[in-house]
């Protein structure tokens, strides 16, 4: 084991792949997790019972702690960290919030529909001074075979991050990095942070164009179905995420640059051969076997709808994202843009470009 400079205690809500993951690194690190099922799951339970059983990129078996509830996670935390998903996150930040004393650092795993500005304006509700992390992807990719244990398929090289306010940005790095290893990017804002995560946008392609795969419940290869035509839309849709980046004066990381650092795979001619790249690199795996898959329930609202709204805020529209939000609605019979409980929160349908921008450097809309 790996023994940090100073042993932190790091309070994860969510014990899903990435919670289990997430808490295997850190304590491969030489921290303290205490875990916390916001669900009310066995997950939690099984792992601080019987230990956490982690194969693959973290492999071994960890003893981490169990919270009661969100309350008795924030008391005994030195650090809170948010993996749950995007559906998630408002719920789990109501239940934090009142808890979160001044200076304890909030990191969400990932950063979804603006979700750190509204744990921000909570915390100014009351008072409350802590810095919040926003991260743009998670630090490993991993599935969950049985209730405590995880198999890490990845750790990504490279995340970008940013802190709420601005001015906590120098101490968060140094605290991500303690806790994680140095595999953090200062990325230019939350803006930045919201145009990084591309799994919407490349689950948009892969969910849609193998639905009938997803809804017959059949055993299917994700990577080898990424097809030529398939790998085009990707970029297609990747092309509209970075204009609108380029409208907001903002740099961030292209599908080929993702691939490349998530998987560590070398960079191909396209997309399509650098998903097939992934087969013989032992990173395959299968596609979802049900229509009722996150890959849609979670991020069309959560992940494709802030991009279309930043997109019009901006003045680059993003057609194809949002002939993907109104396809999606159309096959399941349901309104998406209706589903995303944060943005109606933040009051974003009269938000103005500008005043969203200076909200995300002080780290929330309150006084705004």
């Known amino acids: 084991m790996v023994q940090a400079e100073k042993a932190l205690k790091i309070g994860i809500a969510g014990a899903g792949p990435v919670g289990l993951g997430t808490a295997a690194l850190a304590m491969q690190a030489g921290h303290v997790a205490i875990l916390f099922s916001p669900n009310g799951g066995e997950a939690a339970g099984m792992a601080a019972e019987t230990g956490l059983e982690a194969a693959g990129a973290v492999a071994g078996l960890f003893k981490p702690g169990l919270a009661a509830d969100a309350a008795d996670l924030a008391a005994r935390a030195d650090v809170l960290l ?129 639905f009938t795969r997803m809804e017959r419940g059949e055993t299917w290869s994700q990577n080898l179905n990424v097809t030529p035509g398939v790998g085009r839309l990707l970029e297609a849709l990747d092309a509209e995420r970075l204009a609108i980046a380029d409208a907001l004066g903002l740099t961030v990381r292209t599908l080929f ?64 994202h949002s002939a993907g939000i109104d396809s999606f609605s159309a096959i399941y019979g349901r309104d998406f843009r209706a589903e995303n409980p944060l943005l109606p929160a933040l009051g974003m349908e009269r938000m103005r470009l500008e005043a969203l921008q200076e909200a995300a450097r002080r780290g929330h809309l309150q006084g705004g």
Not at 98 to 118: A, E, N
Not at 147 to 166: F, K, Q, T
Not at 194 to 202: A, G, I
């Open 82 to 210: 948010i993996a749950v998903p995007g559906y998630g996150h408002k719920p789990v930040m109501d239940a934090l919030a009142p808890h979160i004393r001044d200076g304890q650092p909030v990191i969400v795993s990932s950063q979804s529909s603006f979700g750190p500005l509204y744990m921000g304006d909570l915390l100014a509700q009351r008072g409350v001074s802590a810095p919040i992390v926003a991260w743009s992807t998670t630090t490993i990719t991993a599935r969950s075979p049985a209730p405590g244990r995880v198999h890490v398929v990845s750790l990504r090289s490279r995340i970008d991050m940013c802190s709420l306010p601005e001015t906590e940005t120098a101490a968060m790095l140094a605290l991500c990095e303690l806790l994680f290893g140095q595999r953090f990017h200062l990325c230019d804002g939350l803006l930045a942070i919201t145009l990084s995560n591309l799994n919407p946008q490349n689950h948009l392609g892969i969910a849609l164009c193998n």
């Open 257 to 320: 640059e993702h691939l490349n650092l998530s998987y560590q795979i070398p960079v191909g001619a396209t997309v399509a051969e650098m998903f097939a790249a992934m087969e013989p690199a032992g990173m395959g795996h299968n596609g979802p076997a049900t229509a009722d898959s996150r890959y849609v329930t979670e991020d069309v609202p959560f992940g494709l709808v802030p991009l279309e709204l930043l997109g019009t805020l901006s003045g680059r529209p993003a057609p194809l």
